[in-house]
């Protein structure tokens, strides 16, 4: 198992840019997939992005596409959530979380790892 922590988040202007980081400890990082996850006050935690253990494949919500971007960094052990043209209503918690399912799973039940999650806050 790896343990996950995010960091990054912060109070941002609408139309403003953030990037989130996920450092993770514990053995054998590159073996899994890593996703971001979002939850809003008083709704449920819904997918973000994913990326696979090569980081060559993504995905991401229908929501987010176009302004955000999943990376990796295998060496340093961190995936990276770069967000651009934010919204009020990408104010939510984040959450990183690591999955051994492949190439890439948006199913929360998938991943076993989870962090305690980063504040986003967009100000309109």
């Known amino acids: 198992q790896v343990q996950v922590v995010e960091s990054g988040g912060g109070l941002v202007q609408a139309g403003g840019s953030l990037r989130l980081s996920c450092a993770a400890s514990g053995r054998a990082f590159s073996a899994y997939s890593m996703g971001w996850f979002r939850q809003a006050p008083g709704k449920e935690r819904e997918f973000v992005a994913a990326i696979s253990w090569s980081g060559v494949t993504t995905e991401y919500a229908d929501s987010v596409k176009g302004r955000f971007t999943i990376s990796r960094d295998n060496a340093k052990n961190t995936v990276y959530l770069q967000m651009n043209t934010l919204k009020f209503e990408d104010t939510a918690v984040y959450y990183c979380?690591?999955?051994?399912?492949?190439?890439?799973?948006?199913?929360?039940?998938?991943?076993?790892?989870w962090g305690q999650g980063t504040q986003v806050t967009v100000s309109s």
């Open positions: 979380a690591a999955s051994t399912v492949v190439p890439t799973t948006r199913i929360p039940a998938d991943f076993g790892s």
